[in-house]
T-cell receptor, first 114, second 111 residues
Framework: EPEVTQTPSHQVTQMGQEVILRCVPISNHLYFYWYRQILGQKVEFLVSFYNNEISEKSEIFDDQFSVERPDGSNFTLKIRSTKLEDSAMYFC????????????FGEGSWLTVV | QKEVEQNSGPLSVPEGAIASLNCTYSDRGSQSFFWYRQYSGKSPELIMSIYSNGDKEDGRFTAQLNKASQYVSLLIRDSQPSDSATYLCAKNAGNNRKLIWGLGTSLAVNP
C-alpha cells in the first residue's frame, strides 16, 4: 500500500538553528500538507501546497517557515531559525485530486529544540 | 466557540462492549468529516470518513452524521484492548482542503 514517508523520524536541534524536514508524498497525489502537534495538544494545520505553490497557510506558518517541492517526489518544510516552541511532531500528508479525498499522513518527525 | 469539540475523556469500556465517541462542530458549511485513531507518539490513522447524514458502517466501526444538530459520532462494537488509543475527529469545510481537528478522546478498553 502506498504511503507517505518522512525523514528524519527524530531531530534535536539548538535554538536558532535551521531545520529541514523531508517528506515523500504518495506518488499520484496532487495536494501536500504539513501539520504539527505539540505534545498533549491538538493537531494543527500549517500549510497546503498544490501545483507548485502554497494554496493555504495558517497563522502559525510565519516567515520562519517555508515549503518547497524541489523535484518530482520530495516535499520539504524548512524552519529558518528554530524556537523552543517549535518543538512538536510534524506530520506531512498528501491527498488526491478530488475535494474530500482522504488525507494520508506520514509517521511524523519529532523535532526537539533545546 | 471551538470549531471541533470532543470530550477528552478518558472513556473506559470493558472488552467486548460498545464504545461511543462524540464530536460537535460549529460551522454549518462543513461537508466532510473524518475519524482518525492515534496511538501515543504515532501519526493519525484514518478509520472512517462520512459526508452524508446518517450512518456509515465499516466492520466494527459505525460513523453517524447529523448535520442539522452538527454532530458526528463513532461507535466501536466489540471493543478490543488494541482499540485503546486517542480518537480524533476532524472536518474540512467548503473548498478548504485543510483539516480542522478536535483535541481527541482517549479510549481505554479494559480486558
Amino acid at each position: 500500500e502506498p504511503e507517505v514517508t518522512q525523514t528524519p523520524s527524530h531531530q534535536v536541534t539548538q535554538m536558532g538553528q535551521e531545520v529541514i524536514l523531508r517528506c515523500v508524498p504518495i506518488s499520484n497525489h496532487l495536494y501536500f500538507y504539513w501539520y504539527r502537534q505539540i505534545l498533549g495538544q491538538k493537531v494543527e494545520f500549517l500549510v497546503s501546497f498544490y501545483n507548485n505553490e502554497i494554496s493555504e497557510k495558517s497563522e502559525i506558518f510565519d516567515d520562519q517557515f517555508s515549503v518547497e517541492r524541489p523535484d518530482g517526489s520530495n516535499f520539504t518544510l524548512k524552519i529558518r531559525s528554530t524556537k523552543l516552541e517549535d518543538s512538536a511532531m510534524y506530520f506531512c500528508a498528501s491527498s488526491g485530486g478530488r475535494l474530500g479525498n482522504t488525507i494520508y499522513f506520514g509517521e511524523g518527525s519529532w523535532l526537539t529544540v533545546v | 466557540q471551538k470549531e471541533v469539540e470532543q470530550n477528552s475523556g478518558p472513556l473506559s469500556v470493558p472488552e467486548g462492549a460498545i464504545a461511543s465517541l462524540n464530536c460537535t462542530y460549529s460551522d454549518r458549511g462543513s461537508q466532510s468529516f473524518f475519524w482518525y485513531r492515534q496511538y501515543s507518539g504515532k501519526s493519525p490513522e484514518l478509520i472512517m470518513s462520512i459526508y452524508s447524514n446518517g450512518d456509515k458502517e465499516d466492520g466494527r466501526f459505525t460513523a453517524q452524521l447529523n448535520k442539522a444538530s452538527q454532530y458526528v459520532s463513532l461507535l466501536i462494537r466489540d471493543s478490543q484492548p488494541s482499540d485503546s488509543a486517542t480518537y480524533l475527529c476532524a472536518k474540512n469545510a467548503g473548498n478548504n482542503r485543510k483539516l480542522i481537528w478536535g483535541l481527541g478522546t482517549s479510549l481505554a478498553v479494559n480486558p
